[in-house]
């Protein structure tokens, strides 16, 4: 694959997928910060502009840093997302931010962090981190994949064009907004990762079969995701999902290779505005994904909302005992 970002780790990206038995991933961020008073999330892009304030910036990289700390004494490979999630052309202009390299900058920022991790900077790599359009855990507000294209391609592009590693498309509810966000990605010649939220029965939030929109996505686009994933659900659903995955399609098995779970295993319903946090001891979530990279082979994992640097902790203490080093 040609680097047509600048980037000197975007082919390596794809060949670490390859060989490395477990890749981990950062847990919670936008959830922890939300918790921290002190740092108030903007109502449209959240923590996007944390960059541009001392204050901000300053408990953002105290994040990442929790997470690259644990990965480095594991010597694990780690990804770590840039904070565009919800850094698209509307939002931006929404939060008057649309005048900044906003997406751009948000890779630089995370960059400028992995430079400080000497030899070790090699095995991080930045996701350039994008979502749906709408709700996460509404799928009726999903765009149609034509439109999605035409709406993701602007970011897409601009994530593309900064020293991101590859692109990744989280939280995705549906099939259509994955499918088009995919159709945009393709073009960039970067390697990109979608990831989902599913239901116990193996469907999208949208009821699309997790093996239908995989086979559906990989014949669409002339370039296929590298991976997929599943975030923001407990492993028991992911372990679910991916029995009634399988047993429809055996190929799945191969494209959905990571999870980063939330410690609660509450539907995406009943976490919706939920308050209280819910969560379970780091030992346990670390237990339940242990035995997904056992049964499945499930490789990237991390954690989503409800984790912090215990729970990856004790995932990479686990996972890492477990997995032979690549050769």
């Not at 931006?92 to 900058?105: E, K, S, T």
Request: include cysteine; charge should be neutral; aromatic fraction near 6%.
């Amino acid at each position: 694959m040609r680097d047509t970002t600048g980037s000197k780790t975007v082919g390596r990206f794809a060949e670490c997928v390859r060989r490395s038995p477990v890749i981990l991933t950062e847990g919670a961020v936008i959830e922890r910060l939300r918790r921290d008073a002190d740092v108030p999330l903007d109502p449209f892009v959240l923590h996007a502009g944390f960059i541009y304030d001392e204050r901000g910036s300053g408990a953002l990289e105290a994040l990442y840093r929790q997470y690259l700390e644990i990965g480095r004494a594991a010597d694990l490979p780690m990804i770590v997302g840039t904070p565009t999630w919800r850094a698209n052309p509307i939002r931006l202009r929404q939060a008057g931010l649309d005048g900044r390299d906003v997406n751009g900058d948000g890779v630089r920022f995370v960059d400028s962090i992995r430079r400080e991790y000497g030899s070790y900077a090699a095995k991080i790599f930045i996701g350039g981190l994008l979502g749906c359009r709408g709700d996460a855990y509404r799928p009726a507000e999903g765009l149609p994949a034509d439109e999605a294209a035409a709406f993701h391609r602007t970011q897409v592009k601009a994530l593309a064009a900064s020293q991101v590693d590859f692109l990744f498309a989280a939280t995705l509810p549906t099939a259509a907004e994955a499918r088009g966000i995919a159709l945009a990605a393709a073009d960039c010649r970067v390697p990109y990762v979608l990831s989902f939220v599913v239901r116990r029965d193996g469907t999208l939030l949208d009821g699309t079969p997790l093996h239908e929109a995989v086979a559906g996505i990989d014949a669409a686009v002339g370039s296929p995701p590298l991976f997929y994933m599943v975030n923001c659900v407990h492993p028991s659903i992911f372990g679910e999902a991916m029995v009634s995955a399988i047993s429809r399609s055996p190929r799945v098995a191969g494209r959905v290779i990571g999870l980063q779970a939330n410690t609660s295993s509450k539907s995406p319903e009943q976490l919706d505005g939920l308050t209280a946090l819910d969560a379970e001891p780091p030992e346990a979530l670390a237990e339940s994904i242990l035995r997904l990279h056992l049964l499945f082979g499930t490789k990237v994992l991390g954690g989503c909302c409800g984790t912090d640097h215990r729970h990856i902790e004790q995932i990479a203490r686990r996972i890492g005992k477990s997995a032979p080093r690549p050769s």
